[in-house]
């Protein structure tokens, strides 16, 4: 999956994440393990991660075991809590989010592509 895709497990990890996004978009993967659909949404993040842009961060919120961080982004970020959800954030705020099977690789890379564009 690549260096760069992390597990985020604290509310300060996520913290560092919503800082850093100041500087480069991060895209975070909320992911439950017990749902089929957020299994299928994961495989679409990997292919995407296998040709992704590296100077972004990606991260990964698993519910079952971090459901505090999965809560915090959720409210900091003004979205209501789904699994999976994939969401852009740059700046520290939300810039485009999709679920279920709306996460395909190509929404991945169109959302990057475009935040990028922006820059």
């Known amino acids: 999956m690549g260096s760069n895709f992390k597990d985020i497990n604290t509310l300060e990890e996520l913290d560092g994440v919503l800082a ?7 895209l975070l993967f909320k992911h439950s393990v017990a749902c ?6 994961l495989r679409e993040f990997e292919s995407f991660l296998e040709s992704a842009d590296p100077s972004v961060i990606y991260r990964l ?3 079952q075991t971090a459901r505090p961080v999965s809560d915090e982004a959720a409210m900091r970020l003004s979205l209501r809590h789904e699994t999976p959800q994939a ?6 705020r939300e810039v485009w989010n999709a679920s279920h099977h709306d996460i395909t690789s190509a ?5 990057v592509r475009g935040v990028k564009a922006r820059d």
């Not at 850093?20 to 991060?26: G, I, K, Q, T, Y």
């Not at 089929?36 to 949404?41: F, L």
């Not at 969401?87 to 520290?92: A, D, E, K, P």
């Not at 929404?107 to 959302?111: T, V």
Request: proline share 7%; aromatic share 0%.
């Open 107 to 111: 929404s991945l890379q169109e959302a």
């Open 20 to 26: 850093d996004s100041n500087e480069r978009p991060a």
């Open 61 to 63: 919120i698993t519910v």
């Open 36 to 41: 089929p659909i957020s299994a299928r949404a």
């Open 87 to 92: 969401i852009l954030v740059n700046n520290g």
